[in-house]
């Protein structure tokens, strides 16, 4: 089955602990994205990739960090600069028009 | 700046009509999307609107009108099932990027 998938669902960490979300599809898209969602609200975008080796900062990119070495995968680092980290957060994929989410990970930072 | 908005809440019964909102005001716009999110899960693809006027698709429909900046999803036959929150998205930045508005949670009733 193709899609997206995104580990772990749920993620604890102590504050002051950079943290890496694992982001993998094989859909064979070019696009890549990470949102974050706070609850009751919308998605707001955190990086994007066009193509491999290449990536764009969004709209709240300070305190995270991201890499595109294989079109498959793409990680997203939560570094300690992140004021408010906990959060759900969600990878997804582009072709055309249309966007492909994973299941999210929840973050929680204490 | 870029900015959308949706009634954050509506409520309707099983069988009914429900009519989502959502107005825009972004920097570049390419087309209005509709997504779907129940509590936890990961967005759904709904539909898409480049050009004026309604798309329909089974028991959902959506309408865009670019002069206006404004766009809506229509849910037919409403099924318990439908309680979900919705969100709209203006694809822009040359049609690379999605900035998502805050939602609307949707409460189906018996």
């Known amino acids: 089955d193709g899609g997206i998938t995104q580990s772990p669902k749920y993620l604890f960490r102590k504050e002051g602990q950079n943290v890496t979300l694992s982001c993998e599809q094989n859909?064979?898209?070019?696009?890549m994205y990470w949102y974050r969602q706070d609850p009751g609200q919308g998605l707001r975008l955190i990086y994007y990739?066009?193509?491999?080796?290449?990536?764009q900062k969004g709209d709240i990119a300070e305190g995270y960090s991201v890499s595109r070495e294989k079109k498959e995968s793409f990680p997203l680092t939560v570094t300690s600069a992140q004021k408010n980290p906990t959060a759900f957060y969600l990878c997804?994929?582009?072709?055309?028009?249309?966007?492909?989410f994973g299941p999210g990970t929840r973050l929680t930072v204490t | 700046g870029q900015s959308l908005e949706q009634p954050s809440e509506v409520t309707a019964v099983e069988g009914a009509i429900v009519q989502i909102n959502c107005t825009y005001q972004?920097?570049?716009?390419?087309?209005l999307s509709w997504y779907q999110q129940h509590d936890g899960g990961a967005p759904t693809f709904l539909s898409y609107n480049a050009l004026d006027g309604l798309e329909e698709t089974g028991r959902f429909s959506s309408f865009l009108s670019r002069s206006d900046s404004y766009g809506y999803l229509l849910l037919q036959e409403l099924q318990m099932k439908d309680s979900a929150s919705y969100f709209c998205a203006v694809r822009d930045n040359y049609g690379q990027n999605f900035v998502f508005g805050p939602g609307t949670r949707l409460s189906v009733l018996p």
């Open positions: 972004t920097s570049g716009f390419y087309g």
């Open positions: 990739s066009q193509i491999v080796n290449d990536f």
């Open positions: 859909l064979n898209h070019d696009a």
């Open positions: 997804a994929s582009k072709e055309g028009y249309e966007q492909y």
